[in-house]
Structures are given as structure tokens and as C-alpha cells.
């Protein structure tokens, strides 16, 4: 039953479209539904007695209710969606897509750029994927480059600076990989041109582009410009490679966009595939566990809310086993039957089968393993290790204002701290606050010695920090001959970064990954084994410079002080009678005396 408050929240509620929120007794989002109607749909939460075990706890649980009126249900759909991502709330739909996939960027900017990137950014730019493998991605994106010379540099190509010839070309000018924009040796105009047949060929319209270089071809060879019309051609056979190892599911069927689903328990596992002109161009796969035993409809919903959000326009049909609302009216929705489009469909749903049915073996596998062993495993699937990590070190350097350089190596094996292991370095080779040269020192160091005393190596390197540090211990490596028998990654703090070497596109990993809490931990670790060893030292240099200059004083009188007062300060500002409860009378008297005269 509805509680007076949730009663008179009811009364007031709009006939608009909109999304709701259910709050529980700590002001938490337990629950965050769209209604094309708000008033209708959550009052039917209320009117009777729910048959979901599950619904009529979160009805109890519901103290109070939010709402948010927009003016359609395309936008409820994408404002859901944003806040499910945003909250995680208990009762929602728990649809799992852990994995950060890559995207081509085209920026929005005079002569843009084009790259590849796991994050995208509300910066106008377009982002185009995304992919499911990292390695397809820059493969085509190469292709892209081979294709259509496009430029690498990040300065700002403005009118006025190209103008004032503040830019000057570079290396890949001369080696054929750009056409010279910052020099005007390039036109806006081509290097546009250019840009629309990438953003062609990245959505799978690849006829517009071949017409265009076929029209180009020929225009050259009509003016006897046969080196250009070859050079043309040359773009045309690759194009050609490119298409034949794309995936053709179809010779009929034009844009559609495929969710196949397969249902067990609670679970769907749903199979999305994007094909333009016949051809698979994009895949993804999704699992959405019911948590208030939804509908099936329901859960596709879900699914397509996410995809809607990613590319809306792009959408134009979509195949589906079964009906489930989409607003959006320029969305058409077909339920095959038979035919070309049925065989695809078919083909979606088979993939998801297959999916759920190697789930479920890894996880039958995983019941006889301990935690432990799981965790391992986790660990060498989101950093592409070829073996267990077993052994994990990780690396930290800490300094204060470029003095008292230090670094620390924490070991993890089988995923726990092996204290035993722990190691502390003075840096010796590196003058002031220079991190890079520091971590290619210790590196240096750790496995040196390790090679002389044969013992075995870790299969993993963790480096606290991002590409510069990444790089700085992969030169040690190199030095020693160990790039290669060791895997090796680096963190970077603010947005949890991993860096790969070779690879300049870092890996956002699930923040509630288990693996990623291990690396978080290990990091940590290293982090105040490093700052502890660091004041250590700062405070034994502190000692000797201050206090074993006063007469009488000695180390053991200095650590006794320390060991009680913790702090150079709190000993400075003892009273006489404080002193003397840790020390002999004498001493006592020469040291507060001392003090007190250094600060007159």
C-alpha cells in the first residue's frame, strides 16, 4: 500500500511523457523507469497488489519519487538509459557490455584529424564504431590511411596561422602519409572531399567512394595523367581487398540493423549485427539478467535504448524475433518470417546461442577453481596475457621536490601481497625530480639481479603511471634482453588508464572489475610502501642535519625522540618536562634550551 507522502507525490504527477525515480529510505535511486504517460504508469505501481516478489519489495522499499518530464519518448528512452548507466540502480535491468570498445574519431575541426580512441568526449566530434576488436579497428583505419593521406599533427590549421606560415611539414609529408595542409600544399576542399569518402566507407557505403574514385580515374587518364589515374587505380584494387574479406551475409538486402535474442532463465543474451550493403560492418554483444521479471520485450527495449543512444541516425530498420516499442517513428521495425531477411536474423540468434552456451561452460569450469585461480584468469583475459599472472610486480617512485628520490616493488603471488617480497630503491643514477629516468633506473636494477641469481620472473609488470613511465621501463627491458618474455602495462591514476606498449590507445577495463580492483590494490601498495620508505628516509636525513648538530646528542637520543614524538616539529615544541620523561635531565636541558635560543 502507498504511504500518505507517496499518495500526495501521486496526485501531482503530470499526464506527460517522462522518466520516474523511486527513492528508498537513504535518498538512494532504487529504480528508474520512462512512461509515454507518467501519471498512468507509475499510480499502476501502486494500485494493487503486485504478483513479482520482487516488484512488491520495491514498492514497500519506495519512499519517495522523482520525475522528469521531457517532450517525447525518444528522449525518455535516451534519458533512462543515460541515468540507468549513470546510477546502477538495484532493480533495473542489469545489462552487462563490460567491455570499452574502440572508435574512429573524425573531429569536428579545420582538416580533422582521424583516430582511434576507447573514450568518447561531448566535443562535437563524430564517433564511428563502435568495434569489438581493437586489432580490426586499426586495420581499418590503416586501410583509411593508405587510402586517403589525412594529417597527424594537432596544431590549430586556421586561415590566419597557415597564413603567417607558423607551421612547417614534417617527416610524414615526405614519406607520402600527408598531403601538406599546414603549408596550403592541400586544399580544405580535397582534404573534405577525402574525409566524406571515409565517413562513406565507415558506415559501409562503399559504392558512393568507388564511383567517386572511378570518375577521378577516369578524368586523369582523358587529360593523359597516367601516373595519377594509376595512383587512383591503386586506391581502387585496395578497396577492392578490403570489401572481399568483409563478411557478406546478403546480395539483396541494403542497411538493416539485426537484434537476435536467446533466452534462458533470467538471462538474454542479444546479438547485435549493423549491415550496410549486405555486409556485416559491425557487431556487439549484450546480456541482460531480468531483475523484476521483465518481459522479453522489455529486455530488447533495453538493449536497443543502448544502441539508440550510440548511433540513432544511423538506424533506419531494425530485425527483431519479437515486437518491442521503439519511439521513433522512422524506425522500421520488421519480424522476418521467411526470406533473406529470416535467414539473417536466424544467423544473430545463433550467435547468441552459441555465446550463452561457451558462457555457461566457462562458468561450469570456474565452479571447481578457487577464488584465487579465477581471479588469475580474469586478470590474464583484460590484460591479453599468454599465461597466468602468478607473479605480479609492481613499481612506484616518490621524491620530495626532486630530493630523496625513492622507489618501491611490491609483489603480488596468486593474487595476494608476498610482503617477504617487497623491495625498496635509493636512486642513484637520476639528479632531481626526473620519474622517467628514475623507473628505468630501478627497473634496470630489480631484473639485472634477477637474471644474475636465476631467479624466476614475474609474468606481469605493473608500472604506476602512464606512457612516459610505460616507455621509460620498457627501454630497461630492452636493455636486458627481456622485451617480450614478460608482459607489461602501466596505470595512470585519473581515469584508471592501462597503457600497453606498442599500443598508443589505453584500455578502460570494467571499474567493477575484480581484475582491475587487484591492479588498483597492487598499485596502492606499491604506493605506500613507496611514500612510507620516502619519509623514512626524509627523516633520517632531517635528523642528521638538525638534531646530531646539536652537542651531546646522539643517534640514539635522536631515535628515542622520534620513536615518541613522531615529528621533528613536536619534538622542537616539547615542553622541558616532556623531554624529560624520554630522555635523561642533561640531554633534556641542551635540547630545549637549544631550540629555544634558534628561536629568538
Same mark, same amino acid.
Given at each position: 500500500m502507498a504511504t500518505d507522502k507517496i499518495k500526495s507525490i501521486l496526485c501531482t504527477l503530470p499526464e506527460d511523457p517522462g522518466v520516474y525515480r523511486f527513492l528508498g529510505n537513504e535518498n538512494q535511486i532504487l529504480y528508474v523507469g520512462k512512461a509515454k504517460n507518467l501519471k498512468r504508469r507509475v499510480t499502476s505501481y501502486f494500485q494493487k497488489e503486485q504478483d513479482s516478489a520482487r516488484l512488491r519489495i520495491l514498492v514497500r522499499k519506495t519512499v519517495h519519487i522523482e520525475i522528469t518530464i521531457v517532450s517525447s519518448e525518444k528522449d525518455a528512452l535516451l534519458l533512462e538509459n543515460s541515468l540507468i548507466k549513470s546510477y546502477q540502480p538495484r532493480y533495473n535491468v542489469n545489462l552487462k557490455d563490460d567491455k570499452t570498445y574502440p572508435y574512429i574519431a573524425i573531429k569536428k575541426e579545420r582538416f580533422p584529424?582521424? !583516430?582511434?580512441?576507447?573514450?568518447?568526449?561531448?566535443?562535437?566530434?563524430?564517433?564511428?564504431?563502435?568495434?569489438?576488436?581493437?586489432?580490426?579497428?586499426?586495420?581499418?583505419?590503416?586501410?583509411?590511411?593508405?587510402? !586517403?593521406?589525412?594529417?597527424?599533427?594537432?596544431?590549430?590549421?586556421?586561415?590566419?596561422?597557415?597564413?603567417?606560415?607558423? !607551421?612547417?611539414?614534417?617527416?610524414?609529408?615526405? @614519406?607520402?602519409?600527408?598531403?601538406?595542409?599546414?603549408e596550403s600544399r592541400q586544399s580544405e576542399e580535397s582534404y573534405n572531399e577525402n574525409i566524406r569518402s571515409i565517413k562513406q566507407i565507415l558506415k559501409g557505403h562503399y559504392h558512393p567512394a568507388i564511383k567517386d574514385l572511378k570518375n577521378k580515374m577516369y578524368k586523369f587518364a582523358e587529360e593523359f595523367q597516367y601516373e595519377k589515374a594509376n595512383h587512383i587505380k591503386e586506391k581502387l584494387d585496395l578497396l577492392e581487398?578490403?570489401?572481399?574479406?568483409?563478411?557478406?551475409?546478403?546480395?539483396?538486402?541494403?542497411?538493416?540493423?539485426? +537484434?537476435?535474442?536467446?533466452?534462458?532463465?533470467?538471462?538474454?543474451?542479444?546479438?547485435?549485427?549493423?549491415?550496410?550493403?549486405?555486409? @556485416?560492418?559491425?557487431?556487439?554483444?549484450?546480456?541482460?539478467?531480468?531483475?523484476?521479471?521483465?518481459?522479453?520485450?522489455?529486455? +530488447?527495449?533495453?538493449?536497443?535504448?543502448?544502441?539508440?543512444?550510440?548511433?540513432?541516425?544511423?538506424?533506419?530498420e531494425i530485425l527483431s524475433p519479437i515486437s518491442f516499442q521503439i519511439p521513433d517513428e522512422r524506425i522500421i521495425q520488421t519480424i522476418p518470417q521467411r526470406g533473406e531477411k529470416k535467414q539473417v536474423l536466424d544467423l544473430a540468434?545463433?550467435?547468441?546461442? !552459441?555465446?550463452?552456451?561457451?558462457?555457461?561452460?566457462?562458468?561450469?569450469?570456474?565452479?571447481?577453481?578457487?577464488?584465487?585461480?579465477?581471479?588469475?584468469?580474469?586478470?590474464?583475459?583484460?590484460?591479453?596475457?599468454?599465461?597466468?599472472?602468478?607473479?605480479?610486480?609492481?613499481?612506484?617512485?616518490s621524491n620530495f621536490q626532486?630530493?630523496?628520490?625513492?622507489?618501491?616493488?611490491?609483489?603480488?603471488?596468486?593474487?595476494?601481497?608476498?610482503?617477504?617480497?617487497?623491495?625498496?630503491?635509493?636512486?642513484?643514477?637520476?639528479?632531481? &625530480?626526473?620519474?622517467?629516468?628514475?623507473?628505468?633506473?630501478?627497473?634496470?636494477?630489480?631484473?639485472?639481479?634477477?637474471?644474475?641469481?636465476?631467479?624466476?620472473? &614475474?609474468?606481469?609488470?605493473?608500472?604506476?603511471?602512464?606512457?612516459?613511465?610505460?616507455?621509460?621501463?620498457?627501454?630497461?627491458?630492452?636493455r636486458l634482453n627481456l622485451d617480450g618474455r614478460m608482459a607489461i602495462a602501466g596505470i595512470a591514476k585519473r581515469l584508471e588508464e592501462i597503457y600497453f606498449p606498442n599500443d598508443p590507445l589505453?584500455?578502460?577495463?570494467?571499474?567493477?572489475?575484480?581484475?582491475?580492483?587487484?591492479?588498483?590494490?597492487?598499485?596502492?601498495?606499491?604506493h605506500r610502501f613507496a611514500i612510507s620508505f620516502h619519509r623514512d628516509v626524509r627523516s633520517k636525513n632531517f635528523t642528521k642535519s638538525s638534531l646530531l648538530e646539536i652537542e651531546s646528542v646522539g643517534?640514539?637520543?635522536?631515535?628515542?625522540?622520534?620513536?615518541?614524538?613522531?615529528?621533528?616539529?613536536?619534538?622542537?615544541?616539547?615542553?622541558?618536562?616532556?623531554?624529560?620523561?624520554?630522555?635523561?635531565?642533561?640531554?633534556?636541558?641542551?635540547?630545549y634550551d637549544y631550540f629555544r635560543k634558534t628561536n629568538e
Open positions: 584529424r582521424v !583516430f582511434l580512441t576507447r573514450y568518447r568526449q561531448a566535443d562535437g566530434a563524430e564517433y564511428l564504431g563502435p568495434y569489438t576488436s581493437a586489432y580490426k579497428a586499426r586495420t581499418i583505419l590503416d586501410f583509411l590511411k593508405k587510402m !586517403f593521406p589525412l594529417r597527424t599533427c594537432s596544431f590549430l590549421l586556421s586561415e590566419k596561422n597557415i597564413s603567417a606560415g607558423k !607551421f612547417k611539414i614534417c617527416l610524414e609529408y615526405h @614519406i607520402g602519409n600527408c598531403l601538406g595542409p599546414c581487398e578490403y570489401l572481399v574479406k568483409s563478411t557478406v551475409v546478403s546480395n539483396i538486402i541494403a542497411d538493416i540493423d539485426v +537484434l537476435g535474442s536467446y533466452k534462458q532463465e533470467d538471462t538474454m543474451i542479444v546479438n547485435y549485427m549493423k549491415i550496410v550493403n549486405g555486409t @556485416i560492418i559491425r557487431t556487439r554483444m549484450f546480456e541482460a539478467v531480468q531483475r523484476l521479471d521483465e518481459k522479453d520485450e522489455e529486455l +530488447l527495449e533495453m538493449v536497443f535504448a543502448e544502441l539508440y543512444a550510440d548511433s540513432a541516425e544511423d538506424i533506419k540468434v545463433r550467435n547468441a546461442e !552459441f555465446y550463452y552456451k561457451q558462457k555457461k561452460i566457462k562458468d561450469a569450469q570456474n565452479e571447481g577453481k578457487d577464488k584465487s585461480q579465477i581471479i588469475l584468469e580474469m586478470i590474464k583475459q583484460d590484460f591479453r596475457l599468454k599465461e597466468l599472472p602468478m607473479r605480479i610486480e609492481c613499481f612506484d617512485n626532486g630530493t630523496d628520490a625513492v622507489a618501491s616493488m611490491v609483489c603480488f603471488i596468486n593474487g595476494k601481497p608476498a610482503k617477504s617480497e617487497y623491495r625498496h630503491y635509493h636512486i642513484k643514477t637520476v639528479a632531481g &625530480p626526473d620519474d622517467f629516468a628514475s623507473m628505468e633506473e630501478v627497473v634496470y636494477r630489480r631484473y639485472k639481479r634477477m637474471l644474475e641469481e636465476g631467479k624466476s620472473l &614475474p609474468q606481469l609488470i605493473i608500472i604506476d603511471g602512464g606512457k612516459g613511465q610505460l616507455a621509460s621501463a620498457m627501454n630497461s627491458l630492452k589505453p584500455l578502460y577495463i570494467n571499474k567493477k572489475s575484480v581484475s582491475l580492483k587487484v591492479i588498483q590494490r597492487l598499485r596502492n601498495e606499491a643517534k640514539e637520543t635522536v631515535q628515542k625522540l622520534f620513536k615518541h614524538f613522531k615529528s621533528y616539529k613536536k619534538i622542537k615544541e616539547a615542553m622541558l618536562e616532556e623531554l624529560m620523561q624520554i630522555i635523561d635531565r642533561k640531554k633534556a636541558q641542551i635540547i
